[in-house]
């Protein structure tokens, strides 16, 4: 942020920064005669009932020391709002970046920093069953366009202190939420750099499906077989990942992409994991029948 500038013309560089777009909102608040509070957000993507609740509500009635509140905003704001999920944030670049992602931006007309709030709608398809790997046996949830709440239907079959989520922002446009998760001690160091690696390395303007990181980090473009397996099914990533392999979640699909495989594992199926081994049970009756007879 450019300290020499009023925070009003802050306010006025985001709204022309976005487009002037319909959805934007400024709302000011007179905390007292010599400071103002600026609230913005884009109404579309936010929960405005959260906001008047839990931000502005807070902020209007409270009766500020006129000293401390007009040369400390942000702690004062802090001890008003307390809400965990806040932010600090000092450059108008970042705070643009902070709105996109559905939260609300506190800009108090004097200091040199400004405070962000996560209140994002989060109206997403519910979890159920994924019609393209319906099973007899086994769960009948499925991943949904939510990598945050993809996250949590791991951890809730993964009760492990191992299991590690990294995030990372892939896309110049799109700037798309993607996660590799792993089971650290499990999978290969090797692997996991392999994989962090060729992520980092991805250079696009847009990831909008699992299947654009697909194309960019598998070995050969022109073979003609899968190199990652894909699922909608967290407990087959579950599965994978207690096997030693590298889940890639990426936002806005449900599809989760896992590695490295091999051939024979094209074959496999989410009923291998529950239903018997038949050839097992066979070889095991053919011997107890081969011992009753020699007995």
Request: proline content about 4%.
């Amino acid at each position: 942020m450019n300290t020499k500038s009023s925070n009003t013309t802050i306010v006025e560089q985001i709204s022309i920064k976005l487009g002037q777009s319909p959805d934007f909102v400024c709302q000011r608040l007179d905390i007292d005669q010599e400071w103002s509070l600026y609230c913005i957000y884009l109404a579309s993507i936010v929960t405005t009932n959260q906001i008047d609740e839990m931000i502005l509500k807070p902020a209007f009635k409270s009766k500020p020391n006129k000293e401390y509140s007009i040369h400390h905003p942000i702690p004062w704001l802090i001890q008003q709002i307390p809400l965990v999920q806040r932010k600090e944030i000092v450059e108008t670049s970042e705070g643009i970046n902070e709105l996109l992602e559905g939260h609300c931006l506190l800009i108090p007309s004097t200091g040199e920093a400004f405070l962000s709030y996560d209140v994002a709608n989060g109206e997403f398809r519910s979890v159920g069953e994924p019609s393209t790997e319906s099973s007899v046996r086994g769960s009948r949830e499925g991943f949904v366009e939510d990598v945050s709440r993809n996250v949590a239907l791991i951890r809730k079959r993964l009760k492990n202190e191992n299991l590690v989520f990294e995030e990372m922002t892939i896309g110049t446009a799109t700037k798309t939420k993607v996660c590799l998760t792993f089971l650290d001690q499990v999978a290969s160091d090797e692997i996991i750099d392999e994989f962090r690696s060729r992520l980092k390395k991805i250079q696009a303007d847009s990831v909008l499906e699992s299947a654009y990181i697909e194309e960019w980090i598998q070995d050969q473009t022109m073979s003609p077989f899968p190199q990652l397996l894909s699922s909608e099914r967290p407990d087959i990533v579950v599965a994978k990942l207690l096997e030693g392999q590298v889940a890639v979640m990426v936002d806005g699909t449900p599809n989760v992409l896992m590695g490295p495989i091999t051939f024979f594992q094209l074959f496999s199926s989410s009923e291998d994991y529950y239903q018997r081994a038949a050839f097992l049970l066979w070889r095991n009756t053919r011997f107890e029948k081969q011992k009753d007879s020699l007995v």
